[in-house]
């Protein structure tokens, strides 16, 4: 299905039946897209002070990524690309972790190991991910396989962006996902540009979601601005997932209003008029428009959310930043359940080039993404 679904239109008036939540949920979304975009300004401005190393921003993805991730229960798993960090948040990743990670500090439950802004959390089935394109999605296939053969009753949503559409992992994730009718469903996070390279470079079809049908499942291309219709999909294919119907397609048509990354200039290769197109249909001011026309809101409601949440990050970066690096040790440890003794060896020969070099400084170079 290509029609590009819609429940807000850009102006936040209803054109379509919204989901029945209550009045708690409706403002619960709005909070969480405010700590999305509060985070994303906190983090970027801790990147261009040399305080962390590396951003994926979501600025303009809120929608997409809180409209996903809110229908799934907490029983069920989170596959992730660059960008839903912010979302695993709102199904349980603590902030403190969060932030541990950017800083890949003591705190840091990938113990330093992975680059920053690449996150997990293991009470919310939220696996962490690779920057290689389009991997985590053969993993949650596999996972929601597995799943289903040890009868479990959970769904695993797998996140990854356009340009993962052109990956090997995404059409034998989809192929096996289709045969084995796996308990799975794959949110497409259609923003616009994979870097440089534009949705239109990256396929002829009318929409991503057209490459379901080759591999036996629904499709459907969402209008990702819209937090209630991004919802109100992503629910019907979960419940059809969890129902033992199979996967499905979901399409989120968005537009990342930043750089692919902290490293990136999108000024290289996006029209200014385009961006300001997009900059008009705000997710937020949209949801926000809806949410003080139903009576849930006033109009000073999203200044004071992100006030609050603004000084609850600041607050949590200030300890972050005061934690101690993890200890040498940990360079050897968990490889095996003891330090065999070529690591030992190898461990003592650092240590002795240390000694001598003293301690390490951070570089100066950019991240080549």
Known sequence: ?????????????????????????????????????????????????????????????????????????????????????????????????????????????????????HFQHKGSNYPSWSSVIGTQITHGVGAAYASARRGEDVVHSIHFGDGATSSNGFHSGLNLAGVWKAPCVFVCIDNGWAISVSSAEQTAAESYADKAQA???????????????????????????????????????TYRMLGHSSSDDPSKYRDDAEVQSWAERDPLKRYEAFL????????????????????????????????????????????????????????????EVAERRGDATRGDGAFPL
């Open 215 to 253: 591999y036996g499942m629904p499709g459907v291309t969402v209008d990702g601005n819209d937090v209630l219709a991004v919802y109100a999909e992503m629910q019907t294919a979960v419940e059809r997932a969890r129902a033992g119907g199979g996967p499905s397609l979901v399409v989120l048509k």
């Open 1 to 117: 299905m290509t029609g590009l679904q819609q429940i807000l239109n850009k102006e936040g008036v209803l054109v379509g039946e919204a989901p029945d939540l209550s009045d708690e949920q409706f403002v619960e979304l709005l909070r969480n897209m405010i700590m999305i975009r509060s985070l994303d300004g906190r983090m970027l401005k801790l990147q261009r002070a040399g305080r962390v190393g590396f951003v994926g921003t979501a600025t303009g993805l809120e929608a997409s990524l809180v409209g996903a991730a809110a229908p799934l229960l907490p029983k069920d798993w989170m596959w992730s690309g660059l960008r839903e960090g912010g979302a695993a948040i709102t199904r349980g990743l603590p902030l403190f972790e969060y932030v541990a990670q950017m800083y890949c500090n003591s705190n840091d439950s990938a113990k330093g190991r992975q680059m920053c802004n």
């Open 292 to 351: 003080i026309e139903r009576g849930l809101i006033d109009s000073s409601e999203c200044a004071a959310q992100e006030k609050a949440i603004v000084a609850e990050i600041d607050e949590v970066i200030h300890e972050q930043e005061a934690a101690p690096p993890f200890p040498l040790r940990s360079l050897v440890e968990d490889v095996y359940s003891e330090v065999p003794r070529h690591l030992r060896v190898q461990f003592n020969q650092f240590l």
